[in-house]
């Protein structure tokens, strides 16, 4: 699906090549400006070699899963459920998708993003020194993460809802 486009459009020697019409190509009714360039860039230099875009992804997902061990951490300041959480998310079958193809690395950089988002949410959460600071660095994230992939627009909705909602 977009993965082949994607390859495509990047070996296309007519396809802009410059970074701001790369911003601004909606592929499939789909503008992601931030993946985007990314991902065309690594095309063009990696052509079908799936590797770096594994490699890339797989880093992405150890990361998250560190965060998210964390975070969990953070929460239940108890280390069986931190280590549990992490492998969990190494574990996972929905994993499967940053293992493959060339898209791994949009789907995993987003989640990535988000978490950072939450753990540093988690984080004003405990401590008050620059809580305001954190919660706008935290929406920063959450912006990120929509502008990378669509599909967080839903979490930045409902993390402003809560957020509006239950404001301490």
């Keep these: 699906g977009d993965d082949s486009l994607l390859v495509n459009d990047a070996t296309n020697p007519n396809g802009p090549d410059d970074l701001v019409s790369q911003i601004f190509i909606v592929g ?29 992804s ?13 975070m969990v951490h953070r929460l239940t300041e108890k280390t069986t459920p931190s280590v549990f959480a992490t492998v969990l998310v190494l574990s996972s079958p929905f994993t499967w998708l940053y293992q493959s193809w060339t898209y791994g690395v949009m ?52 993390l402003f809802s809560i957020y509006t909602i239950f404001p301490k």
């Design 58 to 70: 797989m880093a992405f997902l150890i990361a998250t899963a560190i965060l998210i061990g964390l």
């Design 107 to 158: 789907e995993s950089s987003a989640l990535f993003c988000t978490v950072i988002s939450l753990y540093i949410l988690t984080e004003s959460f405990f401590s008050t020194m620059h809580a305001q600071l954190r919660i706008w660095v935290a929406f920063g994230f959450i912006l990120i993460s929509t502008l990378i992939h669509e599909r967080y627009i839903i979490v930045s909705l409902a």
């Design 28 to 56: 499939g009714g789909k503008w992601r400006p931030l993946s985007t360039p990314l991902l065309l860039r690594m095309a063009r230099y990696f052509g079908n070699d799936l590797v770096p875009f594994q490699i890339l």
